[in-house]
């Protein structure tokens, strides 16, 4: 069943951010992961919620999108990200009817 990770993060520092930006893709592709959205446009709809970027990949499975975000090679990566960003992220199942 497809999953859906779902990531909104706050730039803290948006020089050192974009090699987060560069080298990520590479890692989630060879997990089978595909983007989405990415950083595009958000609007708040309903409530207060005001996120500034989202991103939403997409995963096979759940047990695939975990693989990759404990992997050794998206690793140093998360550290960057983590350095450089404020990140809030859920995965969640599809739905296996659509």
């Given at each position: 069943?497809?999953?859906?990770?779902?990531?909104?993060?706050?730039?803290?520092?948006?020089?050192?951010?974009?090699?987060?930006?560069?080298?990520?893709?590479?890692t989630?592709?060879?997990?089978?992961?595909?983007?989405?959205?990415?950083?595009?446009?958000?609007?708040?709809?309903?409530g207060?919620?005001?996120?500034?970027?989202?991103?939403?990949?997409?995963?096979?499975?759940?047990?695939?999108?975990?693989?990759?975000?404990?992997?050794?090679?998206?690793?140093?990566?998360k550290?960057?990200?983590?350095?450089f960003?404020?990140?809030?992220?859920?995965?969640?199942?599809?739905?296996?009817?659509?």
């Amino acid at each position: 069943m497809s999953a859906y990770l779902i990531v909104e993060i706050v730039v803290k520092d948006h020089e050192n951010y974009e090699a987060v930006k560069k080298l990520t893709p590479p890692t989630v592709a060879q997990f089978g992961g595909k983007y989405l959205a990415r950083g595009g446009m958000t609007e708040t709809l309903e409530g207060t919620w005001n996120p500034l970027r989202i991103v939403i990949i997409e995963f096979d499975s759940i047990e695939m999108a975990k693989n990759w975000w404990n992997s050794d090679i998206y690793a140093p990566i998360k550290k960057m990200r983590q350095a450089f960003a404020i990140t809030n992220m859920i995965i969640t199942e599809g739905n296996p009817l659509i």
